[in-house]
Every structure is written in structure tokens, then in C-alpha cells.
């Protein structure tokens, strides 16, 4: 199925580091989001954006919606270990009463205490 | 208030069985969207019920079908087991207009033998 291009693949940092992770599409949405997953869980949703150029914030964590529609970005800043998990972007673009989301492949992310 | 629940948590089957797994929305939802997610892999988008009709779908044969009752929970059949079958089967929940804002459950972990 179709997926969405999500870098890096995995990064390991030290406690305190800041961390960035971007989504590509060759697509358009109108929706973007930020999940994570924890091993043996459900994907919990972290950010939701609506708008382009739109930047949201929820408590460490930033997220973008690209101007051209195209790509999004998750900043996580002053890292803790229980930051750790697989971060997976989606997005949705709902014309036509599309309700699919479409998933990246996820970034792994390891902080070292 | 509680959450997506999804039960079995864990489930070993053969090839050429069926399965039922099943799903309860959180409260105030309507809408539930099934996922497959396997090893390494971000989610994939098997169906989408609302009205207890089936309202997207995507790319999954037809082994793979499901239903939901008036009282929103839903179940997800999938029948002629395949060893790729083996997989993560996640449900989301999500209200009418708001299926963006999907909130999901831990997931049942499903392994074909």
C-alpha cells in the first residue's frame, strides 16, 4: 500500500539532545499527524495539524505542516528516556470523503540516559 | 471513560483458519477503522465502519471483512489464514467529521502457523 517517505529510520541520542524527524509525500494533504508507539501498544496521537505553514506545540514537542503541502516536521526538544518509542507521521487528504490515513514507515528513537 | 479496548490481546492460529477479533470504540465515537500492521511496518488500512456499513476500504481481499453492531463496537473476520496474515491488528475510533483524531487500542497480536 501507499506509504509516506519518513527519515531518518532510527536515531539514538543522549539524554537532553534535541531530535528532528520530517515526512515527505508526493502527494497533497490537507491533515498531517505525529504518532507514537510504544512496543505492545496502539500508535498514541501527539500532534494534529490542519493548516499549511501551521506550527503546533505540545509541551517538547513540535510539529510543522510544509507550505507546499507536501512534508511535515516533529521536533522533540531536551530529550528523556521516556521519549523513547517509534514516531510515525500520517496524513490525510479527505477530498472526495477520502478517510484513509496514509503512514510512514516510522523513526525509531533511542535516547541514552 | 475508557479507552479503545481490543480483545483477544493474543492469538495463534493455522494456516486456512478464521479469526474474529473485536473492538469497543471510546466512549462518545461512532466511527472505527481497522489496521494492519506488521513487523517494521507503519499501519495499514483495511476498512472503515460507520452506520454499521462499511465505508472505505483498502487494499485487502476479500478474506478480510468485518462488521459493526448498533452499539458501535465492531469485529474484524478474516477467513483462509495465510502465514502473512501475521501481523498486528490495531482498531481506532474516531467521531463523525473528526476521523482524523483517531485514538487507537493496544492491538490484537495475531500469528498464523
Known amino acids: 500500500g501507499q506509504q509516506l517517505n519518513q527519515s531518518p529510520q532510527s536515531m539514538f541520542i543522549q539524554e537532553g539532545e534535541d531530535v528532528s524527524m520530517n515526512c515527505t509525500s508526493s502527494?497533497?494533504?490537507?491533515?498531517w499527524l505525529w504518532y507514537k508507539q510504544d512496543p505492545g501498544e496502539g500508535p498514541v496521537l501527539l500532534i494534529a495539524l490542519y493548516k499549511a505553514g501551521e506550527l503546533t506545540s505540545n509541551g517538547r514537542l513540535t510539529a510543522q505542516f510544509g507550505i507546499t503541502r507536501k512534508d511535515s516536521f516533529l521536533n522533540i526538544s531536551a530529550s528523556i528516556p521516556s521519549d523513547v518509542g517509534i514516531y510515525f507521521c500520517?496524513?490525510?487528504?479527505?477530498?472526495?470523503?477520502?478517510?484513509?490515513?496514509?503512514w510512514g514507515l516510522g523513526t525509531s528513537l533511542a535516547v541514552n540516559p | 471513560d475508557a479507552g479503545v479496548t481490543q480483545s483477544p490481546t493474543h492469538l495463534i492460529k493455522t494456516r486456512g483458519q478464521q479469526v474474529t477479533l473485536r473492538c469497543s470504540p471510546k466512549?462518545?465515537?461512532?466511527?472505527v477503522s481497522w489496521y494492519q500492521q506488521a513487523l517494521g511496518q507503519g499501519p495499514q488500512f483495511i476498512f472503515q465502519y460507520y452506520e454499521e456499513e462499511e465505508r472505505q476500504r483498502g487494499n485487502f481481499p476479500d478474506r478480510f471483512s468485518g462488521h459493526q453492531f448498533p452499539n458501535y463496537s465492531s469485529e474484524l473476520n478474516v477467513n483462509a489464514l495465510l502465514l502473512g496474515d501475521s501481523a498486528l491488528y490495531l482498531c481506532a475510533s474516531s467521531s463523525t467529521g473528526r476521523e482524523e483524531t483517531q485514538y487507537f487500542g493496544p492491538g490484537t497480536r495475531l500469528l498464523v502457523l
Open positions: 502527494s497533497i494533504f490537507n491533515t
Open positions: 500520517a496524513g490525510l487528504n479527505n477530498a472526495g470523503n477520502n478517510r484513509k490515513l496514509i
Open positions: 466512549s462518545g465515537h461512532d466511527t
